[in-house]
């Protein structure tokens, strides 16, 4: 599981029992923009019911999104299309899906009528349906988004969110619904594995926030005024949504060099980050065939502390972790891999453990994120002290560490995790969407030298 995955702020659609009321008794949101400039959702129990909206129809056929030059060249074939015109068609339908970004056959305007025909009776290039959007007044952005049941029995949900930072714009993709993991500080970790994400929705993920965000051109610009990746809102993407990215890991490779192909979506894989809880050989691979960024979730520097934290390290403890770390291709004070820490008061956050890590990734090139812990209903843990937090970072950092501490919203925000402490209690959306911008904020680089 990736460092903290979204739902560990506990985010979730419902807390009830998992039913839903009927439509005509479901609340209705109102949100507004106080004089203190965060965002305010409040339950409107009296207003009557909106109009019902037309049902979204989740398409059931195959999708041509997440499909390789060659894989997308055989289904072609396989519909009747010629061997002789298959490497112009392919050519055409990747500019209209990654470089237009369009999600209706019918605006492909330079491909032929009957096989624009032929494509929307055997295929899709549909979006997720958007089950629930939220927009903070810092720009930050929540989608919760439904795809096909795919044998999960019904549809399921994930969620994406942007971040907008000074000079990039970071969007956090799931991998799968649920996790198998069981992170003992995680509220996922408590959310059995549904599936795994296909690559056409790993990359639908991405496709929907640029539709939202305006980031794809009009279809009537001209090909030589498409902006660069670099000057559209989305600049970075990091792999720490639900679930762990190396347990699904030839969806995520091929989702990943399709972000990152040149003449496409374009982005660069300096600006691409993988976040995992130490799936070793997994990490190998993704070095040598992705080619991206890489984050570990470490979150302790003994292996019996790790062992409770982030059981996976039983499996692959800490010596196996870090000498995948050093031997990760590509890497150098100029690649750093960032590890995540979540700070818990009383467990991982003592000056000895400053000193442990900073022994543990002596000779790594390295950056450290110390996340203050976001206590969710139920746990046992809570947030380290600020004066602690901030005395371990210090340490850190006079060792030659970059060791950001993620607090977008400063100390009152920082303040609230020490408030929730009981079931009962739950912080608000705001709240939550701030300390989910602190965990995604800062991943991968500014340029791609």
């Not at 398409?59 to 112009?88: H, N, T, Y």
């Not at 639908?204 to 305006?214: H, I, N, T, V």
């Not at 498409?226 to 190396?246: A, D, H, Q, W, Y």
């Not at 746990?379 to 600020?386: G, I, N």
């Amino acid at each position: 599981m990736p460092a903290l995955p979204l739902l560990a702020w506990g985010l979730t659609k419902r807390e009830n029992d998992g039913r839903e009321p009927p439509v005509d008794m479901r609340p209705r949101l109102r949100c507004a923009a106080p004089k203190d400039s965060s965002l305010m959702v409040s339950l409107d129990l009296a207003a009557p019911a909106a109009p019902a909206k037309p049902a979204f129809e989740l398409s059931e056929k195959p999708s041509l999104i997440g499909l390789s030059r060659e894989e997308l060249g055989r289904a072609l074939v396989e519909k009747g299309v010629a061997e002789r015109q298959v490497k112009m068609r392919v050519s055409q339908i990747w500019h209209w899906l990654y470089i237009r970004g369009i999600s209706d056959f019918n605006d492909m305007t330079n491909v032929a009528k009957d096989l624009r025909a032929l494509l929307k009776e055997h295929f899709t290039i549909q979006r997720p349906e958007i089950a629930e959007e939220q927009i903070s007044n810092d720009g930050t952005r929540k989608w919760l988004l439904r795809f096909p049941a795919r044998g999960a029995g019904r549809p399921v949900e994930v969620e994406t969110v942007y971040i907008p930072e000074e000079g990039r714009g970071t969007l956090c993709i799931s991998s799968q619904v649920g996790c198998t993991l069981t992170c003992s500080f995680c509220h996922t970790g408590t959310q059995r594995l549904v599936r795994n994400l296909t690559a056409e929705e790993i990359l639908s993920q991405l496709l929907l926030a640029r539709d939202r965000l305006g980031d794809f051109p009009d279809r009537e610009t001209p090909q030589g005024a498409i902006l660069p990746s670099s000057e559209r809102k989305i600049t970075n993407i990091v792999m720490m949504g639900m679930g762990e990215p190396l347990y699904n890991f030839e969806e995520v490779k091929k989702a990943l060099l399709i972000a990152t192909d040149g003449d496409g979506l374009s982005l660069s894989k300096r600006r691409v980050t993988l976040s995992t809880s130490g799936v070793v050989p997994e990490i190998y691979r993704t070095g040598d065939e992705i080619g991206v960024m890489l984050a570990i979730s470490l979150h302790a520097v003994r292996d019996e502390l790790r062992d409770m934290l982030v059981p996976i390290n039983k499996k692959y403890p800490l010596k196996d972790l870090i000498e995948a770390c050093r031997n990760y291709p590509g890497l150098s004070n100029a690649r750093r891999i960032t590890f995540e820490y979540v700070m818990l008061k009383d467990v991982n956050d003592s000056l000895e453990d400053a000193k442990g890590l900073i022994q543990l990734l002596k000779g790594v090139p390295a950056k450290i994120n110390l996340i203050p812990f976001n206590p969710w209903p139920g746990t046992k843990y809570e947030c380290s002290d600020w004066d602690r937090i901030e005395r371990f970072s210090e340490i850190v950092f006079r060792a030659g560490y970059a060791s950001p501490v993620r607090t977008p919203r400063g100390r009152d925000i920082l303040a609230a995790c020490g408030q929730l402490k009981s079931e009962s209690e739950r912080m608000r959306k705001t709240e939550r969407m701030a300390f989910e911008a602190m965990m995604i904020a800062g991943h991968g680089e500014d340029d791609d030298d």
